[in-house]
Each structure stands twice: as C-alpha cells, then as structure tokens.
C-alpha cells in the first residue's frame, strides 16, 4: 500500500486505505477478507449469505448481529428481490420486551420519522420500516466500514494522527451532510428544525470505499417529533455537547457544528 501522503488529491481515496489499514491489523483479520468485528464467525461475506440457520424477519435474513443497546438490537440482514437481486441492509429493531413501552415507541417512531426524511449522500440511509411480528423496525443502508472513534483509537495506538487535510475532508463531508439535514423541510414545506444532537466520532461512518456518513439520528431533535425531551432529561455523550445542549437549553443547529469543532 503506497504512502498516506501519496494521491493528496484524492482524499476518498486514502480514507479507503486508512481504513482497510484499520481493518488489517485487528486480530483476527487477514486483511483480504471480511474483518472479525463484522462477521465474526465466517471469514467471508459468502459465507454469511449462505448460513442455513439465518433468522427469518419477515422480507429479511438477519445474518449477524452487529450490536445492541438497552433499547434495541442490530443486525446486518439481506432482503433478496425480484430477479435473484440480493442487497444487504442494517436492521434496527425495538427489542421485544419493549414494544408496550409507549414512551421506547415513541423515541424509536420519532427516530424512524427524522431519519427517513434525511436523503442524503453523507446520511447513513433509511430504507424501509414498518412492523414485523409485533416489533418495529427500520431497515438502514449498511455501510461496510469503521466509525471514526475506531479509526482515531488505532491510529493513536500506533502513535499516528489522523493526517490534516483527510480530517478537514471528513470534516467537509460531515458539513455537507448536516447542512442538508438543517435545512431539511417536511412535505409540506415546513421546516424540520432538525438538530442530530450527537455528532461524535461514534456515529461518523468511514466506508472501506472512501465515504463518510453521518449515522444514528436516535435523540435527534426537530419540531413535528412526537416526543419533547423534558427539562433536566440529558440526551448525548457529554464530552461533544454544546454549552447549551449540557445545560438543557433549547437548541438549533448551531449546537451540532459545535460538537463537529470538538
């Protein structure tokens, strides 16, 4: 692999190499095939499409899952179509003790909603949702790749940084993308007033094809949501939030460019 700092011209292009360098060197990955954080029990994307004990959800085969939270769970899935077309999705869904939760449902409908309506180059993509057996869910683009956080905590442990003009090109991307967002009207012409809330390292998405995306628009705020955070109801990692946003003040867009400056 040349140099990072050969093809300056084409940052895409070192992103990709950055983070197959990432993905390389993690244990038990050979660097020519998947790496074990994403399919942890086959080296091979075919292997995963062909795993006869995959989960059936409703369109879906959930094929791995790719993490969970105290809300949900995700899962990388496969949805094959008309003509044998096959793709591949992230699926997040309510976990199944929650779906009487109305305030959970709420959260996660409203998250639905926000990310649905963001159709965006350097958005992390919602493309299907609906109910499925009782529980919610909503199908997301995958992008096969590392977040930010991951790629800054190896280079660091290689004593390396993130090289200047690649962090203003992420940093470009992120802009482009929370732009749109901002600016975002409903259908009928109304803005959406939108704020993601939880810009940071974890929820920005390097693919191994040199694309950034923004990802996770789950406390996300904007003015038709069903549920209002209440005062004193603290939402986002604390160390990139805006003065405003660690006070509980009602917030705009100018609360996400503070979290990207950090």
Same mark, same amino acid.
């Given at each position: 692999?040349?140099?990072?700092?050969?093809?300056?011209?084409? +940052?895409?292009?070192?992103?990709?190499? @950055?983070?197959?360098?990432?993905?390389?060197?993690r244990? =038990?990955? #050979?660097? #020519?095939?998947?790496?074990?954080?994403?399919?942890?029990?086959?080296?091979?994307?075919?292997?995963?499409?062909?795993?006869?004990?995959?989960?059936?959800? =409703?369109?879906?085969?959930?094929? $791995?899952?790719?993490?969970?939270?105290?809300? =949900?769970?995700?899962?990388l899935?496969?949805?094959?179509?008309?003509?044998? @077309?096959?793709?591949?999705?992230? &699926?997040?869904?309510?976990? %199944?003790?929650?779906?009487?939760? *109305?305030?959970?449902? #709420?959260?996660?409908?409203?998250?639905?909603? &926000?990310a649905?309506? /963001?159709?965006?180059?350097?958005? !992390? *993509? /919602?493309?299907? $949702?609906?109910? @499925?057996?009782?529980?919610?869910?909503?199908?997301?683009?995958?992008?096969?790749?590392?977040?930010?956080?991951?790629?800054? %905590?190896?280079?660091?442990?290689?004593?390396?940084?993130?090289?200047?003009?690649?962090?203003?090109?992420?940093?470009?991307?992120?802009?482009?993308?929370?732009?749109?967002?901002?600016?975002?009207?409903? !259908?009928? =012409?109304?803005?959406?007033?939108? !704020?993601?809330?939880?810009?940071?390292? *974890?929820?920005?998405?390097? #693919?191994?094809?040199?694309? !950034?995306?923004? %990802?996770?628009?789950? &406390?996300a705020? %904007?003015?038709?949501?069903?549920?209002?955070?209440?005062?004193?109801?603290?939402?986002?990692?604390?160390?990139?939030?805006? +003065?405003?946003q660690?006070?509980?003040?009602?917030?705009?867009?100018r609360?996400?460019?503070?979290?990207?400056?950090?």
């Amino acid at each position: 692999t040349p140099p990072l700092n050969h093809t300056r011209s084409m +940052p895409w292009l070192r992103l990709r190499r @950055i983070a197959h360098c990432v993905r390389s060197r993690r244990s =038990g990955c #050979s660097g #020519s095939g998947l790496c074990s954080l994403d399919f942890p029990t086959a080296g091979r994307l075919g292997d995963v499409l062909n795993d006869k004990v995959a989960t059936r959800f =409703g369109p879906y085969r959930l094929l $791995h899952q790719l993490g969970a939270g105290g809300m =949900g769970q995700v899962f990388l899935a496969s949805q094959q179509g008309e003509h044998g @077309i096959t793709r591949l999705v992230a &699926i997040k869904r309510i976990l %199944a003790h929650l779906n009487a939760d *109305q305030k959970l449902l #709420s959260l996660f409908l409203d998250e639905v909603r &926000i990310a649905a309506q /963001v159709n965006h180059g350097n958005v !992390v *993509q /919602v493309v299907d $949702h609906g109910c @499925i057996e009782g529980r919610h869910y909503m199908a997301m683009e995958y992008v096969h790749g590392e977040n930010l956080a991951d790629v800054l %905590a190896r280079l660091h442990g290689r004593g390396e940084e993130l090289p200047l003009d690649l962090a203003l090109h992420i940093a470009c991307c992120v802009c482009e993308g929370l732009d749109y967002a901002h600016r975002r009207c409903s !259908v009928d =012409g109304k803005p959406l007033e939108l !704020v993601h809330r939880d810009i940071s390292p *974890q929820n920005l998405m390097l #693919s191994f094809d040199g694309e !950034v995306k923004i %990802a996770d628009f789950g &406390i996300a705020r %904007a003015a038709e949501q069903q549920h209002q955070t209440l005062g004193g109801e603290l939402r986002g990692k604390l160390n990139y939030m805006s +003065p405003e946003q660690a006070h509980g003040k009602d917030l705009d867009r100018r609360s996400d460019l503070f979290s990207l400056g950090i």
